[in-house]
């Protein structure tokens, strides 16, 4: 090979790498709220970490939206001895009709930026209002299937100054709800025609529990308004206005007729995903390989979703370990994740095949019953490379192994006997001192109708009759909590921990998992029995208030 064909080809390869570098610019776009409102003014930004020979033009925006500002600002930063540089287009726009609208690629020299798509929405306003302070209840549809999310928002419109506000409580009648904030409160600038509103919004995901017509009751707000004077410098006085939002109704629809499976699992986006952390082209017959099963779906909590569960296979032990629920919030509402780590363990060489695991839910997108899928496969597994031949599938084959990937389920057992022995060490100091200053402890105070609303908890647990637990439960809290009221088991969960939602979580979840599914009481019966023990403790100690209670067993 000769010196120019060398020096053609180093020249190729500089030009590539040039032009490789150019295409790996990334224009980033960002909006501070979507969907948006007609006729409200609304913020999106272009981002860029170079500056471009030119300035975009945004002209082909002004179909669908008028471009109330256009500013650009550069920043630079040094990290790591290193200058970065940023460039920002900051546009203030406002939709001109209701609509769904793919904001184009816009050019920025020789990059693009990537289409972004905007819903938009009629005014929650009939007219400009007329007052200088606004406080709307807003929600995502007035129509749900029941356990299906629901986004509320609350909206502080403010025209003039406020020194500081408060949001009141979301509250519902009639129907059990599951309500989950949706992250901090956050604040912006909005235009309604041609004036000028600071917005205040908060949000919350709701899950309603049963079919029927839920009202959303109006929810309160105070503002304070600052005074002006130079002598409050603090703006801690002024006048403290109290504002009164609507009611909202939604209706919830049941779940549709013909729709058959275990599950009732309504989402906007669900996927059912496996990983092995081991190559599966090296299996050896005796040595664990661990399976991840991964659930997660768009607009339902963990807690909603099923415990993924595997066929047995001839000749393979399985050992589950405890499944890892997470929730993230976003102003899109809630995804649940839901993942299960199974060790498995093959006794012998051969083929082994994973049979096919399907779960059904309901596309809200597509009002359509769709199935999630993770297809089969085999598995293929060499013999032990030991002198000695491994028996098939023997118990002590397994032992160590079993021993080690049940380690969780051994943590648990010897926690449960140190909480057990704490408690009976408790008992027999309180005896030894109450011997010794000869007075006797006062004896515990029942609450009126305990005994008859714990028996009747115990038998709906024990015969693993949902229907029936939901509302002895709801009576049992109410004696355990008098004279405190409680309404309905949204309040007692918020009262007793993430423990009791998620177990009201799972009993509600149980009554529209449809045939096939049966809700097992037990896990239910003895966190009550756990929570008495420490509401008794408390009584003991003359602590009148019983909220919150937080276990930690």
């Known amino acids: ?64 939206f008028m471009i109330l500002g256009n500013s650009r600002s550069n920043s630079i930063s040094i990290v790591n001895g290193e200058y970065q540089r ?54 995502d549809k007035a129509e749900v299937y029941v356990q299906s999310q629901v986004i509320v928002t609350l909206r502080l419109l403010s025209a003039s100054s406020i020194s500081a506000y408060n949001f009141g409580d979301i509250s519902t009648d009639d129907l059990d709800v599951v309500i989950e904030p949706l992250g901090d409160e956050r604040d912006y600038r909005t235009r309604i025609a041609d004036k000028s509103y600071l917005v205040l919004e908060k949000q919350f995901a ?87 099963l991964t659930l997660v779906a768009d607009g339902l909590t963990a807690a909603q979703l099923p415990e993924l569960t595997m066929q047995q296979v001839d000749g393979i032990k399985q050992y589950p370990d405890q499944p890892g629920l997470q929730n993230t919030r976003s102003d899109k509402g809630v995804t649940g994740k839901r993942e299960q780590k199974v060790a498995l363990i093959p006794g012998a060489e051969g083929i082994y095949r994973m049979p096919e695991i399907s779960l059904p839910w309901w596309n809200l997108e597509t009002g359509k019953l769709e199935t999630a899928t993770i297809p ?56 030894f001192k109450s011997q010794r200053s000869g007075v006797q402890p006062a004896p515990a105070v029942e609450h009126p109708g305990l005994r008859e609303a714990r028996r009747q908890l115990r038998q709906a647990c024990d015969a693993n009759d949902g229907a029936t637990a939901r509302h002895a439960l709801l009576d049992w809290g109410r004696a355990l909590l008098a004279p405190r009221e409680i309404n309905n088991l949204q309040q007692l969960g918020s009262s007793l921990g993430d423990d009791m939602t998620l177990q009201i979580e799972r009993l509600n979840q149980s009554l529209y ?41």
């Open 86 to 139: 940023s460039v920002k287009w900051t546009l203030q726009l406002m939709a001109k009709q209701v609509g769904e609208y793919m904001i184009p690629a816009i050019r920025f020299d020789k990059d693009r930026s990537k289409p972004f798509q905007i819903k938009v929405l009629p005014s929650s306003l009939a007219s400009v209002p007329h007052d200088q302070l606004v406080l709307e209840l807003l929600v």
């Open 206 to 292: 709701l899950f309603p529990q049963q079919s029927g017509r839920l009202r959303i009751a109006p929810v309160m707000a105070e503002v304070r308004i600052p005074s002006g004077s130079t002598f409050d410098p603090f703006r801690s006085g002024g006048k403290i206005r109290r504002l009164r939002s609507q009611q909202v109704f939604i209706d919830v629809e049941p779940i549709p007729p013909g729709v058959a499976g275990s599950y009732w699992l309504p989402a906007t986006r669900l996927e059912l995903r496996e990983e092995w952390q081991s190559d599966l082209d090296g299996l050896v017959a005796g040595e664990p390989i661990t399976r991840s």
């Open 1 to 64: 090979m000769n010196m120019t064909l060398i020096k053609s080809l180093l020249v190729l390869v500089l030009l590539l790498l040039a032009g490789l570098q150019q295409v790996m610019a990334v224009v980033e776009v960002t909006i501070d709220r979507n969907p948006v409102q007609v006729n409200e003014s609304f913020q999106l930004v272009f981002s860029l970490d170079q500056s471009p020979d030119d300035d975009p033009d945004f002209s082909m925006l002004q179909q669908h």
């Open 376 to 431: 089969a496969r085999e598995l293929s597994v060499a013999a032990a490379t030991t002198a000695v031949a491994q028996p098939p599938v023997t118990e002590p084959a397994v032992t160590e192994a079993a021993g080690q990937v049940s380690s969780t389920n051994n943590f648990w057992l010897w926690l449960s006997l140190l909480l057990a022995c704490g408690w009976i060490a408790s008992g027999i100091y309180w005896w």
């Open 513 to 553: 998992a449809g045939a096939g599914v049966t809700w097992q009481g037990d896990d239910l019966w003895l966190l009550c029995q756990q929570l008495e023990k420490i509401a008794q403790s408390e009584r003991n100690r003359d602590v009148a208030q019983l909220s919150p209670l937080n276990p930690t067993y």
